[in-house]
């Protein structure tokens, strides 16, 4: 008899449980992987494909799946890698050649007396930052602007151009003293 | 009240500096003579740059507008002298990144000729919004070095209520005394100017705050003040020590009180203005002039004759030392600022701008010396003004950890130079925290710009696909209009079969096949061969 009833009250509490689970996995249920767009938070948005993937949130669920190593992004360059070891908890990585660290931020410009209007590069440009119709003169918008350059191979006539981003006062970061690392180690 | 009777406090740290104020104090200030040749960057304050209001070609008289202010934190710079704008373009301007920037070049025509001014006799009968505007439009922007605009600075909003005005007197720097010149020469347009802006901000009393190195400036202050039977505005003489002129740091000496990290002054009740700022608030408001002009210290062992020097904004540096007596023949480096905070420029040939107070020339070249490792003896820590721990600082940013070195409040940082100062390794301490601030403040930008590029990316994603769906949709829709259409067709020709024809091209061909078939049969008439007649018509039969 006792022991029926200590079966009866575990298989009760059980089931109490079991259906307190299943109400919280439902009433507070997480639409998509958060962890995805935190990693996705701290790419450089560029949509520019350098680390293989066919854009900032393809690459971030690559790396949340462990498909992708957290040092494949040029544009973010050691910066981001950083954040996303800090982020995830891992060992950060050193660059590695293919994926190297951009010295400067560039942006593109087109050659507006060649340009013949042929929309291609609008179609490439990940975040709408060309301006122009067909047969009509095309043009960048600066500001918008990322720097990806994935309008340069579909140009047929080879008229859009890389430069660097402008430095203005504003803009500009006082150097790393170069007086040799004399830190030691912080903690 | 007489002068010592003040209570004051101590705030953290700081440093007893040899002054070297006296070299450039002994002649009065000096008026430099016109130039050729102005230069006036549209940007000397932090905020956005004006709208240029000129082109190349026009005259302008001296205190003209060149540009109008662009948003709130914002001012506008006016011409310093009457002449022709003769380029506008990007400039060499005095800045440590030694890059160019806008600026409107004007060619002087030695006359001098003002715009119609329209003093203010009865600053009272205005209201302080009116005021505030007038400190707008005369471009003024703080000038003991920081340039943030002034009117911004003295609307305090509604909520907060001002106690206390201080007005900086401090000068703490060794080798600066254009300040202490200033008070000297326009003490009577310091408390004209104090009055003004207590009035504005309508604060209960204004304290003139002044080290106690600079007696002759105190005496001045003092003697209008009681001339003047002012009961509310007060000198107070505090203590000589490195950095006392920091606001927060003079806030503490005078009240006791202490700036949140993340807060203005006017959340306890004060507001800090600088000395050269009240009396440009003075002449702008009571003599309707705009800021063109400033107070220059010129020194240093570089220079044969130190001095201080009322020069119009756009003056070449190079101009003020030659009238200066020239370089010494010794002279190494020349640093705009002073020997603790100011920075080294490349060239000479460089514009006076509104928040250049001083002219350092030394005689030792950059200083060389390898840094050795940090012994963490902690003097730094013991010197902080701003209490912070530079040797924390100092690690997290060599080594980039920009989150941590913000926990440890790199942006109470005031860039003082105590720690760089008694550092016995000789490690350059704040441009660790220059170069952190600057890389944490593009992060920011990045940051910025990368959710802004996120937005249209998903927004041009969305519209792509539902370009897709559309087109797929009229797709559909074709394929559905033309199927129904078959249909129709076929049902259309079931129903009209049986009375004629069911369709043309059939009976095209079949009325081709009837007149081959009447040829064949005209031609087996000719023919007498029956047999090959019969075998025709049967082959004609079954191929039918």
Known sequence: MSILTAVLTLALIAALFGLLLGYASVKFHVEG????????????????????????????????????????????????????????????????????????????????????????????????????????MHTIIESECTGCDLCIPPCPVDCIYIKPVKVEPDTWRWPLPDHGNTAPQAG | MSLNSRHLWHFHGGLKLPSNKAISTSKPITKALLPKRLV???????????????????????????????????????????????????????????????????????????????????????SPTELRQLIRQAGIVGLGGATFPTAVKVNVGPQ?????????????????????????????????????????????????????????????????ITEKALHTIEVVAIPTIYPTGGEKQLIKVLTHKEVPSDGFPSDIGVLVQNVGTAVAVHKAIRLGEPLISRIVTITGEGVLQPQNMEALIGTSMSELIEQSGGYHKDAAKLIMGGPMMGFTLQTDHLPITKGCNCLLVENTAEQTAEAMPCIRCGACATACPAQLLPQQLYWHASSKNFDQVQDYHLFDCIECGCCNYVCPSQIPLVQYYRFAKTEIWNMERDRIKSDHARIRHDFRQERLDREKKE???????????????????????????????????????????????????????????????TESSDEQNTQK
């Not at chain 1, 854009?55 to 890698?81: D, F, H, K, L, W």
């Not at chain 1, 990585?93 to 931020?105: F, G, Q, S």
């Not at chain 1, 050659?111 to 013949?116: F, N, R």
């Not at chain 2, 408390?191 to 001045?220: R, T």
């Open chain 1, 33 to 136: 992987d958060p962890v995805v767009d935190k990693i996705d938070a701290l790419l450089p948005q560029t949509q520019c494909g350098q680390c293989t993937y066919a854009g900032c949130r393809p690459y971030a669920e690559a790396i949340a799946n462990g498909e992708a190593g957290i040092n494949q992004c040029p544009p973010g360059g050691e910066v981001t890698m950083l954040a996303l070891s800090d982020l995830l908890g891992v060992e950060p990585l050193a660059l590695d050649a293919e994926h190297a660290d951009m010295p400067e931020k560039t942006l593109v410009y087109i050659d507006e007396d060649i340009c013949i209007g042929c929309t291609l590069c609008i179609q490439a440009c990940p975040v709408d930052a060309i301006l122009g119709a067909a047969k009509q």
């Open chain 2, 40 to 126: 006036i960057p549209v940007r000397q304050h932090i905020g956005e740059a004006g709208k240029l209001q000129v082109e190349v070609g026009d005259y302008v008289l001296k205190g003209q507008v060149l540009t109008r202010a662009s948003s709130y934190v914002s001012a506008p710079i006016h011409a310093p002298s009457s002449g022709k704008v003769v380029e506008i373009d990007e400039l060499p301007a005095p800045h440590p990144s030694a890059l160019n920037t806008l600026s409107v070049v004007i060619e002087t025509d030695g006359e001098d000729k003002w715009i119609d001014l329209t003093p203010l006799n009865h600053p009272n009968t205005k």
């Open chain 2, 160 to 224: 907060a209520e001002i106690e206390t005005l201080i007005i900086n007197g401090a000068e703490c720097e060794p080798s600066i005394s254009c300040d202490d010149m200033l008070m000297r020469s326009y003490a009577r347009e310091v408390v004209s100017g104090c009055g003004l802006i207590q009035y504005i901000v309508s604060a209960k009393h204004c304290l003139i705050a002044v080290e106690d190195n600079k007696p002759e400036a105190i005496a001045a202050l003092h003697a209008i």
């Open chain 2, 471 to 533: 087109r797929d949709e009229k797709l559909r829709k074709k394929k559905e209009l033309l199927a129904k259409k078959k249909l129709a067709d076929a049902a259309a020709k079931e129903s009209d079969g049986k009375t004629t024809e069911i369709d043309p091209k059939k009976a095209a061909i079949e009325a081709a096949m009837q007149r081959v078939k009447e040829k064949k049969a005209a031609q087996q008439t000719e023919k007498t061969d029956a047999t090959s007649a």
